[in-house]
């Protein structure tokens, strides 16, 4: 059973920092396009940045030189590390896994219905 379980999120105030983990168990996603989203109340699910299995990087703009995306394929875990943050990055955050997406794997392409894993979330709160 394939489960992507995030952990490390919580309450900061504005300008700090929080890493989160996304831990894949059930498969190893060596041909997979891995992913970080995000929700806020009330709005639409986002992406947040994408990795690709040659390591090559994407952001959406909003997070673009503040967020870094991550992966330990001994450990079969996904990283978002997340510098000066700002209260209008306070969501749940969500890792997924889009299966053979690897290729094609940069952010503005990807889409929610296009995930095949998601993990359940931890939610991140800025205080300003």
């Known amino acids: 059973q394939v489960q992507l379980q995030e952990s490390g999120g919580g309450s900061v105030q504005g300008g700090g920092s929080l890493r989160l983990s996304c831990e894949v168990s059930?498969?190893?996603?060596?041909?997979?396009?891995m992913s970080w989203w995000r929700q806020a109340p009330g709005k639409q699910r986002e992406g947040v940045a994408a990795?690709?299995?040659?390591?090559?990087?994407s952001y959406a703009d909003s997070v673009k030189g503040r967020f870094t995306i991550s992966q330990d394929a001994t450990k079969n875990t996904l990283y978002l590390q997340m510098n000066s943050l700002k209260p209008e990055d306070t969501a749940m955050y969500y890792c997924a896994a889009q299966v053979g997406g690897a290729g094609y794997c940069s952010i503005g392409m990807l889409s929610v219905g296009g995930m095949d894993y998601w993990g359940k979330g931890t939610l991140v709160t800025i205080a300003s």
């Open positions: 990795i690709d299995i040659d390591g090559s990087t």
């Open positions: 059930g498969y190893t996603y060596s041909s997979d396009c």
